[in-house]
């Protein structure tokens, strides 16, 4: 079958195969006969300097690698092996990424290019890799340099503008060149949606009763009416008015399949029918890729190859028949697609069902029906529109039904949506009428409804703007979106809605009501919202750095990057241009001197001190202070600060709302003879009590908490505590043995240890067993306590 892979392998004393990941070493392995070693790098060997700048301005841009500590035994080990070998085989992804690993690879490792082969495989099945085996190439220095220059621009951006942000906003903040581009798009829906203004309008809709006197036809006013006036005036028409059905029209209308998935759409459609973040998704479908049930996880093509068409037809004929199938070929419209060359679709189509965990077997199903669905004929529906004329107006109603006549691919797959506000149309049959047939009003009901804001960022949809603008690659969405959380400029928060008054006036029997009712309105659940830090960093580089996060440069900066990979472009070219207008600026910002921090706002004075109230962002968050610092004057009084609650923002919190903040902490009153006071700390809203914190939950302030609901809290974490403690000594009060998530351990002077299964009842443990436990365990405790440092 494959004559010159058996004939080398007769030849060959010694192969070793190296790619990034165990899990992917594994699979290949089996596919692999025993002259084959395959190992892994475990990702890359080799990066820039973390705490260092690691580029040579002067010396062209070049970049100063160096191998990881923790690297440095395996690129030992993988020195070793690469020399006792006649031939290494570089496999790690297809991507350019996965060049740059192998190049790495090549240059820590001093491979001898006579010895080195590069193979390349989007899936990782025995044909696959047979096959690149047989046809191996050399490193692609085109991708390398493209991957390179991403890292460098990225590099450059980073170190150079953070010290900035350090001085002009808060220590350790940091910025990344497409984060801040995401973390702008966050910002302005969010100031867009506090800037919307709601429009109201009133929906009319009538109940009609057909000449058989008891069938019913629904129908809309084929247009919105503006005003309270204009609905009173309407309805009075309607309550003498005659109506009578004037046109009927019917007609056929197609669906067609969405395309096999990208990597953007594969994470918009698990987030829509999965509930997973997008970062989740990708770690899912990379392990369903290294086990070898899908194709390569990272690309932008909806292509699928012949034999996956083939599989694909045949898997139709065979479920549902010939009537279903439709061959469909899709070309990728993004452009400078790059990262693989087919869609993501699974390595075997007639797998229906795979091994692995739940979250495995969910993703591969989604992603099987998506590809077979895209191989599937149309859905058929027809549309049938009933027109209902008004005397007396020149208004008309109009009913609408829809039906599905022919299911198509609709039998294997629906696409889901973003727009929380689009339903599906199932409005059914309609009842048999005929042009001209008279009806009778049953009644007639305006509602008032409003126009609705923007809505907010889901990750799903954020990667779909991302795409759309295109900014960044398949391989940088799901980096991107977890960086700019992790940094803490954006964060998913649930958001309380509030109420809102609408109208509702009704005709019915000729009679005429007006009612008020009343709904919730922007009630968001997580959603992506920029923290306070997240604007103010925001505001600071729209000011100094406009192109940085000009949406137009970071999608022309992605160009360059492919023309960089398709060699039409020198990459230190393209890092030059960009850095002799950039690095100007940040000598220029670096120099420009501030009265205030970047952000802080003035939000009055306190009527009893007559001090200043100011908002900015303090070294742990957002904070109000009250007085203003005087630096010249070393006895002049400090500013007081207090750190605003969860939902006050900088950006719209009050004069009065901030000094509330400043009655914090307050004593609520005295329990067992100790004072329980309330406030806000580093990690939210507190009550103090005995020297112990117990957090207040969302649904209280510290500024309102009753005694008897702080009370509650004690006695509820106490009951925690309890159910935790095991077992205390009397005459070792540093030692406890707690009941933990991975079952009972022994607490000792900082320190767990582990109690081994052979412990049937820890909680009979004796002083001195428990001290055995420990001393066995030598200088080698379990688990070293810590407290979990929030990141700034």
């Not at 009416?225 to 007609?251: G, H, M, N, P």
């Not at 009842?761 to 001195?768: A, D, F, G, I, N």
């Not at 420990?774 to 440092?789: D, F, L, S």
Request: proline share 5%; glycine share 6%.
């Amino acid at each position: 079958m494959h004559s010159f892979f058996n004939r080398n392998i007769k030849n060959m004393q010694k192969n070793l195969v190296i790619v990034e990941s165990p899990a992917k070493a594994k699979t290949i392995e089996k596919f692999l006969g025993k002259d084959f070693k395959v190992m892994s790098s475990y990702g890359h060997i080799r990066d820039l300097k973390t705490k260092e700048f690691s580029i040579d301005i002067e010396n062209n841009y070049k970049p100063e690698y160096v191998i990881p500590d923790d690297k440095k035994k395996l690129v030992s080990e993988l020195k070793a092996e690469a020399k006792k070998a006649e031939t290494v085989w570089l496999a790690s992804d297809e991507d350019r990424e996965g060049e740059a690993i192998s190049w790495h690879l090549a240059e820590a490792l001093k491979l001898d290019p006579e010895r080195t082969k590069r193979i390349v495989f989007h899936e990782i099945t025995k044909n696959a890799i047979l096959h690149a085996v047989e046809t191996p190439r050399n490193i692609d220095i085109n991708l390398v340099n493209a991957q390179q220059a991403r890292r460098v621009l990225d590099r450059i951006v980073g170190f150079q503008l953070s010290p900035i942000l350090w001085k002009k906003v808060k220590p350790a903040l940091s910025a990344g060149r497409v984060q801040s581009v995401a973390v702008r798009l966050i910002v302005e829906r969010e100031r867009d949606i506090h800037a919307f203004v709601a429009e109201a309008s009133f929906r009319v809709i009538a109940e009609f009763i057909l000449p058989d006197g008891l069938a019913l036809l629904k129908a809309e006013l084929h247009k919105r009416l503006k005003t309270k006036e204009e609905v009173y005036a309407f309805l009075r028409i309607c309550e003498k008015a005659t109506f009578s059905v004037d046109d009927i029209s019917t007609k056929p209308l197609k669906k067609s399949p969405a395309p096999p998935f990208t990597t953007s759409t594969l994470q918009q459609e698990a987030a829509r029918k999965l509930g997973y973040s997008v970062s989740q998704t990708m770690m899912i479908a990379q392990r369903l890729y290294e086990s070898g049930f899908i194709t390569y996880m990272r690309t932008d093509s909806v292509n699928l190859s012949d034999l996956a068409l083939g599989a694909a037809k045949e898997a139709i004929l065979k479920t549902y028949g010939e009537r279903y199938y439709r061959f469909r070929r899709y070309s990728t419209k993004t452009k400078g697609a790059q990262e693989a060359h087919e869609a993501i679709r699974p390595t075997y189509i007639d797998n229906e069902a795979i091994g692995g965990t739940a979250q495995e077997k969910r993703l591969y199903e989604l992603i099987r029906k998506r590809t077979i669905a895209s191989q599937m004929a149309d859905a058929e529906l027809e549309r049938t529109t009933i027109l209902i004329n008004v005397s007396g107006s020149k208004e008309k109603f109009a009913a609408v039904g829809e039906v599905l006549v022919f299911d198509g691919f609709l039998q294997v797959y629906r696409e889901g949506t973003d727009d929380e506000n689009e339903k599906e149309q199932e409005n059914g049959l309609l009842p048999p009428v005929n042009v001209n047939d008279l009806l009778k009003l049953k009644d007639m009901v305006a509602t008032e409804r409003f126009t609705q804001r923007p809505p907010r960022y889901t990750e799903a949809s954020l990667v779909r703007r991302l795409e759309e603008l295109g900014i960044g690659r398949p391989s940088t969405y799901a980096p991107t979106i977890q960086t700019i959380q992790n940094r803490e400029y954006v964060e998913k928060a649930d958001k309380e809605g509030a109420e809102r008054p609408y109208t509702v006036i009704a005709l019915v029997n000729h009679k005429l009501s007006e009612t008020e009712k009343r709904e919730i309105t922007g009630a968001d659940r997580n959603k992506l919202t920029p923290t306070d830090t997240g604007m103010v960093v925001n505001d600071f580089l729209m000011t100094y750095f406009p192109d940085v996060l000009d949406y137009n440069f970071t999608a022309n900066v992605e160009k360059e990057f492919d023309a960089i990979a398709e060699d039409q472009m020198e990459w230190t070219k393209a890092i030059d241009k960009f850095y002799k207008v950039f690095h100007p600026i940040v000598e220029k910002t670096a120099a420009v001197k501030t009265e205030h921090k970047v952000g802080e706002r003035e939000l009055g004075t306190d009527p009893e001190t007559g001090k200043p109230v100011f908002v900015k962002i303090g070294r742990f968050g957002p904070v109000a202070q009250l007085g203003a610092a005087k630096v010249d004057d070393k006895d002049a009084p400090k500013p007081q600060f207090a750190s605003l609650m969860k939902g006050q923002s900088i950006e719209n919190i009050t004069l009065k709302e901030a000094l509330k903040l400043f009655d914090l902490p307050r004593t609520v009153g005295e329990s067992e003879g100790k004072t329980v006071v309330a406030g806000i700390g580093r990690f939210g809203p507190f009550i103090r009590h005995d020297n112990k914190f117990i957090s207040i939950p969302k649904d209280k302030s510290p500024l309102t908490i009753t005694l008897d609901e702080a009370e509650g809290l004690i006695a509820e974490k106490r009951a925690k505590e309890a159910q935790r403690s095991f077992k205390k000594f009397d005459e070792e009060p540093d030692m406890e043995i707690l009941n933990g998530r991975f079952g009972p351990y022994i607490a000792y002077k900082g320190s767990n240890y582990k109690i081994p299964k052979t412990v049937k009842e820890p909680k009979e443990l004796t002083l001195e067993e428990a001290t055995k436990i420990i001393n066995e365990a030598g200088k080698k405790p379990a688990a070293k306590k810590q407290t979990k440092k929030k990141k700034s």
